[in-house]
């Protein structure tokens, strides 16, 4: 009996832990992202860059995978000075990729229209981070 009821609260304490460790997941996914909406102005490296690129870009422009030599995780590589001109979104190598007129990223599936207008905000108020 007593081997039962070890058995029977090792099952039920496993199962309460798996339970609450899914609950506790708050990780973006790309459906999320894709619904994610810009704003016209005041765009937020934070809360509406850093979310798009780390689903979107950051899987293969990364800390150990930098493809093409461009790393997209932190606000300080975001910011080179190769990849964009603060307050010159038109002449930002990263806004002629993500529109697909020079070297077309991502290669499957094109950033939404209203993400990439957001980046372009955020780069003409001078690629801030906020």
Request: charged share 20%; net charge negative.
């Amino acid at each position: 009996m007593k081997i039962y009821l070890l058995k029977y609260s090792i099952v039920l304490s496993f199962s309460f832990i798996l339970v609450i460790s899914q609950s506790c997941d708050d990780t973006v996914t790309s459906s999320e992202i894709d619904n994610l909406v810009m704003p016209d102005s005041n765009v937020s490296y934070l809360k509406h860059i850093a979310p798009v690129f780390e689903v979107k870009c950051v899987p293969c422009h990364n800390d150990q995978r930098s493809d093409g030599g461009v790393n997209l995780s932190s606000w300080t590589n975001v910011t080179d000075p190769r990849l964009i001109i603060p307050g010159d979104d038109s002449s930002s190598v990263l806004v002629w990729t993500i529109e697909r007129t020079y070297k077309p990223m991502p290669p499957l599936e094109s950033l939404k229209r209203n993400h990439i207008n957001g980046v372009r905000t955020w780069i003409r108020e001078g690629a801030q981070y906020n």
